[in-house]
């Protein structure tokens, strides 16, 4: 089919329904809308025709009024096409980036983000089906994502991959400069989750990740008090959730991975670039893995509750070496001191009820606090490994990750906590594992307590 209409084609109904159709069925193959996964630049690109410009600004008022096919109290005509034949029709256009007009913001964007709102407010209220609305928001946050990160920058970094500097400047084309409706909509979704379907707030997040990865003036544009709080929403939200099945984790992940990229491009900036200081996240996050219990709650809803959280606590600290992975290090590690990260690692240590069940424990397990195991020769072999000590060992780590290759961050835990309290705190927590001692041993190195840690660590 000829691919470049003339505007008495686009006018006839039948014939757009017929041409929209045969373009989609065409490309479809490079859409993935399931897929987190960095998708090849060869694959998408080269055989997406270039289209005339009035093709793309009828298309683009045709959006909005197609929203009428998912309002369950109007009717409609007939004389749209379906939003999702469109939004998959401009993810392929964008697919060549040739296609966008670098100078201004498509009209097509702003409708995409109007149609997005309309959705989700559907979504939260009940109404309309959702096996209309759902589709439809998922295709149209792909789309903006392809707009706003066109090099795959924050899939990239999820994979594991770093792009440079050097990789980035070499870029042809640049991210659509960010419209404020999109941080709006990121709000009004975000700080409402609990009323939206859970793979919905994940596809809110990666995009909001990627609008930040995608380029830093849009970043620094997206990260504002109000949006860093919604993040920290997210993740109360997936703790309170009820669920029958073990919970999926992915949201709770990558909501963390979000928060690391948005200290990255704060930690890179000026001050006068930020409208959040990292200080203020780090407080949030510190005071959310404290998190108490919520009141005027059920067992068994108390019982979820502290469970989602134990995974929660454990992917937060989890996320801190992550944190502190960057460039000048050293300062962000004073960031840390300067918000009392110890205090908070050791009350968390503190409040943990997860090595106060002794009668879980398996009765062949010897008899014999941490103490003991630093002073006599008892085997650490002897000692069971139990999942139990999950959060003390994650926190160990994390505080060795805080002192690495800093003295002063040493001396500042010598002088605020110390060995003897800390270890007057794990004694509290009864008898410890072969990995907790093991944790240990990597935290206190190298210092007198050294050799007494690798004198009960197993041969292996």
Not at 49 to 58: E, I, M, N, T
Not at 176 to 204: C, G, M, V, Y
Not at 237 to 244: G, Y
Request: hydrophobic share 40%; glycine share 2%.
């Amino acid at each position: 089919m000829d691919w470049y209409p003339n505007q008495c084609q686009l006018k006839d109904v039948s014939y757009l329904q017929q041409w929209l159709e045969a373009f989609v069925a065409s490309f479809e193959r490079l859409i993935d809308v399931q897929s987190l996964e960095p998708r090849r630049l060869e694959e998408s690109g080269s055989e997406v025709p270039l289209l005339p410009r009035d093709v793309l600004v009828f298309l683009s008022t045709q959006l909005w009024h197609s929203a009428l096919h998912l309002s369950s109290t109007t009717e409609h005509n007939g004389n749209t096409p379906h939003p999702l034949l469109l939004i998959k029709f401009f993810i392929i256009v964008c697919r060549n980036m040739e296609n966008i007009d670098p100078e201004k913001t498509p009209s097509f964007v702003f409708e995409t983000i109007k149609l997005l709102n309309f959705c989700l407010e559907q979504l939260k209220k009940g109404q309309s089906e959702k096996s209309s609305l759902e589709p439809v928001v998922q295709y149209g946050l792909v789309l903006c994502e392809s707009l706003f990160d066109p090099y795959q920058t924050w899939r990239r970094r999820l994979a594991g991959e770093e792009v440079s500097l050097l990789e980035r400047n070499k870029y042809k084309f640049s991210p659509l400069a960010l419209p404020e409706e999109l941080p709006a909509l990121f709000h009004e979704s975000l700080q409402d989750s609990k009323n939206i379907p859970e793979f919905l707030t994940l596809r809110l997040v990666h995009l909001q990740g990627a609008v930040i990865s995608g380029g830093k003036k849009n970043g620094l544009l997206s990260i504002s008090p109000q949006s860093v709080e919604d993040l920290f929403s997210v993740l109360q939200v997936w703790c309170c959730r009820i669920s029958a099945e073990p919970k999926d984790t992915r949201l709770p992940r990558l909501t963390l991975q979000c928060l690391t990229v948005m200290i990255h491009l704060l930690h890179s900036s000026s001050p006068v670039e930020r409208q959040v200081e990292i200080k203020t996240i780090l407080e949030s996050y510190f005071q959310l893995l404290n998190w108490n219990r919520p009141l005027n709650s059920d067992q068994e809803d108390r019982r979820s509750w502290e469970e989602s959280l134990i995974l929660l606590q454990s992917q937060m600290l989890t996320a801190v070496p992550e944190i502190l992975q960057c460039a000048d290090r050293p300062v962000l590690q004073a960031i840390f001191l300067n918000n009392n990260c110890f205090e908070h690692i050791l009350r968390l240590i503190q409040n943990s009820k997860l090595f106060q069940s002794n009668s879980c424990r398996p009765d062949r397990e010897v008899v014999c606090d941490l103490t003991t195991h630093f002073l006599t020769d008892v085997k650490v072999d002897q000692v069971l490994e139990k999942g139990a000590d999950s959060i003390t060992v994650h926190a160990l780590g994390v505080l060795t990750a805080i002192m690495s290759n800093s003295s002063s961050a040493k001396e500042v835990f010598k002088e605020r906590i110390g060995y003897s309290q800390l270890f007057d705190v794990l004694k509290s927590q009864g008898q410890p594992t072969k990995r907790l001692l093991q944790e240990l041993m990597n935290m206190v190195k190298p210092s007198f307590f050294q050799h007494k840690v690798m004198t009960f660590l197993p041969k292996i």
